[in-house]
Structure formats: C-alpha cells, structure tokens
C-alpha cells in the first residue's frame, strides 16, 4: 500500500486519494494562434516518464486538499509531497540513484 504524507492530515493510504494529473505540463493560455492545437495536447496527450515524476492528487476521502506528489513510476516510492505550488525535489540519494 502506498502511503501519501497529506500536508494537513499526516500520512494516509493512497486510497484516499484520487490522482489528478502530470504537474510538469503548462497550461495553455486561452486564445491566440494555436490555440486549439494547444489546449488539445494539453488535456489528451500525455508522456510515459520512467522514474521521479511529479503528480498532482487530490485527498478526496479527506481534507480534500490538492497537492503535488514527487513519485518513482517504477518503484512507485512515493519520494516527497508538497502544496500545489511547491518546488518539489528529491533528497540527493535519490536523484544519483538515477541513470
């Protein structure tokens, strides 16, 4: 079972939680030339990373809180959390382990 340290509720089951997407990907600005071309890879197209990867969840059996999970998509250790807006990165063991 996968445990996800909510940052206002503590540590929690996966269960409790409902993933919301890939953190890395920008959001389209609305308008412009492009603009469907855009908005259409942003919502549909989506990468396969192996390794560190940022997500967003949400704690839907809780405090119902989005936030950003630094996960590994192979192991699927679960590295650090954060706030939406946070700059998550991994301890430096982890980032040499990489290769």
Request: glycine share 10%; charged share 25%; with cysteine.
């Amino acid at each position: 079972m996968l445990m996800i340290d909510c940052p206002f509720c503590g540590p929690r089951s996966h269960d409790e939680f409902s993933y919301e997407g890939d953190a890395t990907k920008e959001r389209p600005a609305i308008g412009g030339d492009g603009d469907m071309a855009a908005h259409l890879d942003y919502v549909y197209m989506r990468d396969n990373p192996r390794g560190l990867h940022v997500e967003y969840w949400q704690h839907v059996n809780g405090c119902r809180a989005y936030l950003k999970v630094l996960r590994d998509t192979v192991s699927h250790q679960i590295i650090a959390t954060g706030l939406p807006d946070a700059e998550l990165t991994a301890p430096l063991a982890e980032q040499e382990g990489e290769g």
